[in-house]
């Protein structure tokens, strides 16, 4: 099956499906289970089939972590049960999160944050035995940092000094402007974003530590320290795992 022409949506549903499918499989997704569930596009669609999954029978007593207030919502319309990280049904640790992304590099770094959701969605990456990240085709780059902006939560009363800082590290800072709404994005957490773009490749690795440095800023995109498995949608309708 290679000469289909899926379009980009159809690339988020088929990785998406592929991978709850394919884990399952593994055994990696299994019954009893704590698992983190992320934010976007091409989580959704695997939301949705993890809850076919727990509906046919073939996984159960799923403990289920959301990452954003459109997590919780698809969870709650899906029937998933939804906890906390600190609720003691999860203990603060989950056998695996699956997610989307912004971008992905070779060495399987990623920028995320796309959709505003980067602090819980890296708690719950972070705090994952296993990290799966599920794409399109498009997010599978030879670099990071210097085409999709890189998302930093910072909080508000930070927002000039932490601009000065992040402009001396060599980044312009784009603040995230509201749809539908006036003035900036107001995160999950009562937070704002910066967009952050290099002119010249930087290191992810390095720079993940660096802004998080810097006093007012809460979390950011560079996601390096849970190298994930990686589930990528083709055009042509295969799925290809990194
Ligand atoms: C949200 C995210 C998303 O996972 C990322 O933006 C990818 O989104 P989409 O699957 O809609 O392209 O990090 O904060």
């Keep these: 099956m290679t000469n289909k022409n899926l379009t980009q949506n159809e690339q988020k549903t088929l ?9 399952i499989e593994q055994k990696r997704i299994f019954s009893g289970m704590k698992i983190g569930l992320g934010t976007g596009s ?7 089939r993890l809850a ?23 969870c709650e319309n899906f029937g998933i049960p939804v906890f906390s990280m600190n609720a003691k049904e999860i203990g603060g640790h989950l ?11 070779p060495k399987k770094q990623l920028i995320k944050g796309g959709g505003a959701a980067l602090l ?26 210097t085409c999709f902006s890189l998302p930093v939560e910072i909080i508000a ?11 001396k590290l060599g980044a312009t800072c784009t603040l ?11 995160t999950d957490n009562g937070n704002l974003i910066l967009d952050l773009l290099w002119k010249t490749v930087p290191n992810a690795a390095e720079m993940e530590d660096k802004i998080n440095n810097i006093v007012g800023v809460v979390e950011n995109g560079f996601f390096c320290k849970n190298i994930p498995t990686v589930f990528i949608a083709h055009s042509n309708g295969t799925v290809s795992e990194r």
């Design 42 to 48: 091409t989580a959704m669609p695997a939301v949705e």
């Design 157 to 167: 009363e930070a927002r000039i000094s932490v601009i000065r800082t992040l402009e």
């Design 176 to 186: 995230r402007q509201g749809v539908k709404k006036a003035g900036p994005v107001i």
């Design 120 to 145: 819980l969605e890296k708690i719950v990456a972070y705090n994952a035995d296993n990290f799966v990240i599920v794409a399109d085709e498009s997010k599978d780059v030879p670099s990071i940092g």
């Design 95 to 105: 056998d695996l999160a699956i997610d989307g992304a912004d971008e992905i590099n």
């Design 15 to 23: 990785a998406g499906n592929f991978a709850i499918d394919k884990l």
């Design 52 to 74: 076919e999954r727990i509906k046919d029978g073939t996984i159960k007593d799923i403990c289920a972590v959301a990452t954003s207030f459109q997590t919780t919502i698809a």
